[in-house]
């Protein structure tokens, strides 16, 4: 290691973010310890660094204390990236616990050992506000809370004020990054890996290509090298201290657009036809609120922590396209 390593505990580290950053701290130099207990992170995501002389993997919960015991006591940062996602089809129990005791525990860890602490956050944490593009220091507009998706971004907020209270009465300097629609390799391949992931199945599989509500709603997808960079920035300057950042591109798509380029992407032939589903066929009868425009400012990171998104969206999704479809036909032979 050199004088300017550091040993960084990643959580959630077999995950899609935790496996891409993985590779960027052991290519950078450090030493990283990362648990996951691989309830939705893939093995398959980490194996090549399993034997990496710089990188530990534990395989255990977040939620369970004994997790702890025996931690290295010189950690010079905590990455805190294990979350559960949006409860749309039900688990909001687990998105709530997970979130916020998990986020919890990765404090209380951080204050014993006086280290920082970064957190990942999320862009729906801006929820329903108006105001474009989103600033870190916009309001956070929730919606109803008879609507399962927001039980997500409320989670997210409460570990937000809990790292700022932490920091506030315990000295530990954190960060808060919140990311807009990361995407690429290692991405899980359903819903919780976002829409480019079962487009891209669908139009593998030549299967109708399901769209939420009338697809006129917009997005910005961020490839994940551009994500991991902002991570990485983060984590090593010292004066994301204290900070919040939007993490994210600023190339605004609709998602019928992103479909349309998907199938433009694949070639001929793509026989994938696009079917919109009225956002009451897709809750089962519970209440449902969509965000109709997510953009980033991304201004401040750029300032910051001198990182900006380069990738445009054709590019990385022909990348994550390539990926995924090698991936695929992997299985298909494995099986």
Partial sequence: MTNDSKKILVTGVAGFLGSNL?????????????????????????????????????????????????????????????????????N???????????????????????????????????????????????NCVIGDSKVPRWGYAVSKLYDEHLSLAYMEDYGIPVVLLRFFGSYGPNQHLSWWGGPQSVFIDCILNNKEIPIHGDGLQTRTFTYVDDTVEGIYAATVKPEANGEIFNIGANEEITILELAQMLK????????????????????????????????????????????????????????????????????????
């Fill in 92 to 138: 909001a129990v687990d998105t709530l616990k997970i979130n916020t005791k998990g986020s919890e525990n990765m404090l209380e860890l951080a204050r014993r050992l006086d280290c920082k602490f970064v957190l990942a956050s999320t862009s729906d944490v801006y929820g329903m506000n108006p105001d474009l593009p989103f600033v870190e220091d916009g």
């Fill in 22 to 90: 993985l590779g960027k701290l052991l290519r950078e130099g450090h030493q990283v310890i990362g648990i996951d207990n691989l309830s939705m992170g893939r093995m398959e995501n980490i194996h090549e660094y399993l034997t990496h002389d710089r990188f530990r993997f534990i395989e255990k919960d977040i939620l369970d204390q004994t997790t702890f015991q025996g931690i290295d006591s010189d950690i010079d940062v905590i990455v805190h990236l294990a979350a559960f996602k949006i409860p749309r089809y039900g």
């Fill in 264 to 335: 433009e992407i694949a070639g001929e032939p793509c026989n994938s036809t696009i079917k919109l589903i009225p956002y009451n066929e897709i809750s089962a009868g519970r209440k449902y609120q969509d965000v109709m425009r997510r953009v980033p400012d991304t201004s401040k990171a750029e300032r910051i922590l001198g990182v900006k998104a380069k990738t445009s969206m054709r590019e990385g999704l022909k990348r994550t396209f390539e990926w995924q479809k090698r991936v695929t036909s992997t299985k298909v032979e494995a099986s």
